[in-house]
């Protein structure tokens, strides 16, 4: 195992745990700086960590641009003290007055959404203009992921207009966000990349030439952010979030991301050893992400040959010819597959550092609601 994980005491630590590893987290936030190679080009997201302490991090490191998925996550992103809050994502029904009650509540704070539909932006401009509040609107534009968005073309060039127009918003750029974009291979994802920007990126000329304002140009994850990073498109911003806490699913699959390192792990201990070859831990899918394929929700450090053969709320069983090695109480340790929602299973982080519990980190916005 990696000498950075070791723990000298893990008795102080409730099972299942997450573990967050401070002096990772910050090698990472330095990490994407240095392939940015500018904060400034940075659109960095949440809600991978949701966490006020990591937020705090970024900013000292220079990140002055966030971005979020819920109005939680923005909520907790301006009680940190960042002044520009990018919620990406269509904002609908009573969700439009919400952002009204954080304009309100953090008047500090440049709140900036998306939008892709004639009626997103009425009602966002509605709901703004009533208020005598007026907002950054970034429209979403598909690139391929089938998502949300709107593909670039007349009927994009036709609602950055109505945006521009609309009282109430501020036409704030265009927001492309690439997820599906999984090649393995760094030159297959790169060609893909770069094919499915330039209808965006000729969209931007086509708006500016028309005399609208395209302030920003925000793209894509973290697969696609070493490419998208030396991309010489001026103003660019990146918005990766997985890097800042890494994971195995992004780990095992994209070599070219070797530079960042899992900031954060799993704490189980074995509960039972129902048979010979068979070890029963406390990782249950309430405590790792299962949105990865059965048996493949994490990996297990110093097990040889295992095999996650079933998983429950509150158990994970595994076969291994090593079983006979582990006994009830034994402390083992995981990488995620899929870091986010798996953060946001748990209350707490464990904070650690040169092997002590250091701190308790509150994942705060995995709440749906703050005050807001
Ligand atoms: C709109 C948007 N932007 C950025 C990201 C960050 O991507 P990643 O998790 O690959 O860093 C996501 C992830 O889901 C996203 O949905």
Redesign the pocket.
């Known amino acids: 195992m990696n000498a950075h994980y070791l723990i000298r005491d893990t008795s102080s630590i409730f099972s299942p745990a997450l573990l967050f590893y401070k002096d990772l987290i910050r090698a990472n936030l330095a990490r994407a700086i240095e392939v940015a190679g500018d904060p400034l080009r940075l659109c960095l997201?949440a809600?991978?960590h949701k966490t006020p302490e990591i937020i705090r991090m970024a900013l000292d490191a220079g990140i002055r641009k966030h971005?979020c998925?819920t109005i939680a996550e923005a909520e907790m992103l301006a009680r940190c003290g960042v002044v520009d809050v990018l919620i990406?994502y269509p904002l609908v029904g009573p969700n439009c007055g919400r952002l009204v009650q954080l304009m309100r509540a953090y008047p500090a704070c440049r709140f900036s959404v998306l939008a892709d539909h004639p009626v997103g932006i009425s009602a966002l401009s509605q709901t703004l203009d009533a208020e005598g509040l007026q907002a950054d609107v970034l429209l979403d534009i598909d690139v391929g992921q089938h998502r949300t968005g709107i593909a670039p073309g007349g009927e994009a060039i036709e609602l950055y207009e109505r945006i521009h127009r609309s009282p109430g918003l501020r036409a704030g750029g265009l927001h492309v966000?690439d997820?599906h974009n999984h090649q393995e291979s760094f030159v297959e994802r790169q060609r893909a990349v770069q094919t499915q920007l330039q209808p965006a990126l000729t969209l931007r000329e086509t708006l500016l030439q028309k005399g609208l304002p395209v302030p920003r140009f925000v793209a894509?994850?973290?697969?696609t952010f070493p490419i998208h990073a030396r991309l010489e498109v001026p103003g660019l911003e990146c918005?990766?979030?997985?890097?800042v806490l890494h994971d195995d699913g992004y780990g095992s699959r994209f070599p070219d991301l070797a530079g960042f390192t899992p900031a954060a792990l799993l704490l189980t201990r074995v509960v039972s050893r129902p048979t010979p070859t068979r070890v029963t831990l406390d990782l249950g899918y309430k405590a790792v992400s299962a949105d990865p394929p059965a048996g493949k929700r994490c990996l297990l450090l110093d097990v040889p040959e295992y095999r996650a053969v079933a998983q429950n709320e509150e158990h994970l069983v595994v076969e291994t010819p090593a079983a006979d090695r582990y006994r009830p109480g034994d402390t083992l340790f995981a990488i995620p597959t899929h870091i986010?929602p798996t953060v946001a299973l748990h209350q707490h982080a464990y904070v650690i550092e040169n092997g002590e519990v250091t701190d308790k980190w509150l994942i705060a916005a995995r709440d749906r609601i703050l005050t807001v």
Do not use: D, F, I
């Open positions: 997201h809600k991978t971005k998925a990406a966000y997820g894509g994850g973290t697969p918005s990766p979030g997985t890097l986010c």
